[in-house]
């Protein structure tokens, strides 16, 4: 049993799907968050920079005493992960593997489809993850790099016109390629879900910060690491920047009252 916190980082708001998951999953834990608004977005990014700013966020993290780190934004899971878990001295996650591997188990046509950020679909780690565990699956990766501000910019209700207009642009390469499941690589991209499964809805989408979560779940309880359920839970924000569009964005995230102080903190 441990109490210290889940160190949570992400390029900004977006990390929010995986604290939801994991508020839902394990009420007890405490959790820190970390949202580098002031560096986002990071999809646009390349690998050298986006391994900079990884290792920062990682940096501050862990100087809050965390027992463990859940990279929650798919872009520094898919291109930078190998080299912050060689440097990372607790247990760290991302959200690649765990998805990947639900989407190979889930299936049956071995078509698999991933929307993410520009960085996330260049850099192979899905496709690698899921021929990893189905080495007969085929992949394809389909950059959708319009949904992050949509969500941003709050045009997330269930068949909202404008993400509606970008959804049919992005998957219908994904349909002429005929995935039955599509991974949802990105932390925006879950809040979009509705409007997505309308366009394909004999499609089974992945949430990356669910699976993630599950996965963190059982890695928490093979160490012994999961909290008690002694005293209410703490929820610790920092961002680098961007505080008030944090907080109302924070809102659609959770799907709740955003009632927490958030910090501006700076990483060096
Ligand atoms: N957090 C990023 C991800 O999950 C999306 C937003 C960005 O580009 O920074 O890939």
Not at 53 to 77: H, N
Not at 78 to 104: F, H, M, N, S
């Amino acid at each position: 049993m441990d109490n210290r916190p889940i160190g949570i980082f992400d390029s900004g708001v977006g990390g929010l799907s995986a604290v939801r998951a994991l508020m839902r999953r394990c009420p007890n834990e405490n959790i820190l968050y970390l949202g580098d608004e002031a560096r986002m977005p990071y999809g646009t990014r390349d690998r050298e920079t986006l391994l900079r700013y990884a290792r920062e966020d990682l940096a501050f993290v862990l100087r809050q005493d965390v027992k463990a780190v859940l990279v929650a934004c798919g872009t520094v899971s898919a291109a930078a992960l190998d080299d912050l878990r060689r440097e990372c001295p607790v247990p760290i996650l991302g959200v690649v593997e765990p998805a990947a591997a639900e989407a190979a188990r889930a299936t049956r046509n071995g078509k698999i489809a991933i929307l993410g950020t520009g960085a996330t679909t260049r850099s192979g780690a899905f496709p690698r993850a899921i021929r990893r565990i189905r080495p007969g699956a085929e992949t394809l990766g389909v950059p959708c790099p319009m949904f992050v501000p949509l969500v941003e910019n709050g045009y997330i209700r269930p068949g909202d016109p404008a993400a509606t207009l970008f959804a049919e642009e992005y998957l219908a390469p994904v349909k002429a390629f005929g995935a039955d499941v599509i991974i949802l690589g990105c932390t925006h991209f879950p809040v979009l879900k509705a409007t997505i499964g309308q366009l394909v809805p004999d499609t089974l989408l992945i949430d990356t910060s669910k699976s993630a979560v599950a996965a963190l779940e059982d890695l928490l309880r093979g160490q012994d690491l999961l909290a008690d359920n002694s005293g209410e839970p703490s929820q610790v924000y920092c961002v680098t920047g961007g505080k008030e569009g944090f907080e109302e964005v924070a809102e659609r995230f959770l799907g709740d009252r955003f009632d927490h102080e958030v910090e501006v903190v700076s990483l060096s």
